[in-house]
Nanobody
Framework: QVQLVESGGGLVQVGGSLRLSCSAS????????TGWFRQAPGKEREFVAA???????TYADSVKGRFTVSRDNAKNTVYLQMNSLKPEDTAVYYC????????????????????WGQGTQVTVSS
């Protein structure tokens, strides 16, 4: 099991930027892909971005070109840099660790991830 803690959320104006961090402890975090998901009130949790152990990444179409996912294995931390934020980006953002170590394919579904953080709120005001 891995413990995940997100940080970096907050209130930002339209067009602003935030950087979220996902800090991990427990099992060898670097072996696992990490996903970012978000959930707005009354909506399903949705995929945002993911990065695997070798640095390959993928993004939801809604954030492509605006968000960047990266990882620092030495610090057991994954980041989500969010630029050009829009009101529709408002949500609680969660990071999660893949259930399968060393998986090359990046998963976009919630059930592929086994350990989750508590979430961090991002609010974009217009």
């Amino acid at each position: 099991q891995v413990q995940l803690v997100e940080s970096g959320g907050g209130l930002v104006q339209v067009g602003g930027s935030l950087r979220l961090s996902c800090s991990a402890s427990g099992r060898a975090f670097s072996m696992y892909a990490t996903g970012w998901f978000r959930q707005a009130p009354g909506k399903e949790r949705e995929f945002v971005a993911a990065i695997n152990w070798s640095g390959d990444n993928t993004y939801a179409d809604s954030v492509k070109g605006r968000f960047t996912v990266s990882r620092d294995n030495a610090k057991n931390t994954v980041y989500l840099q969010m630029n050009s934020l829009k009101p529709e980006d408002t949500a609680v953002y969660y990071c999660a660790a893949d259930r399968v170590p060393w998986r090359v394919q990046l998963e976009r579904i919630v059930s592929s991830y086994g350990d989750w953080g508590q979430g961090t709120q991002v609010t974009v005001s217009s």
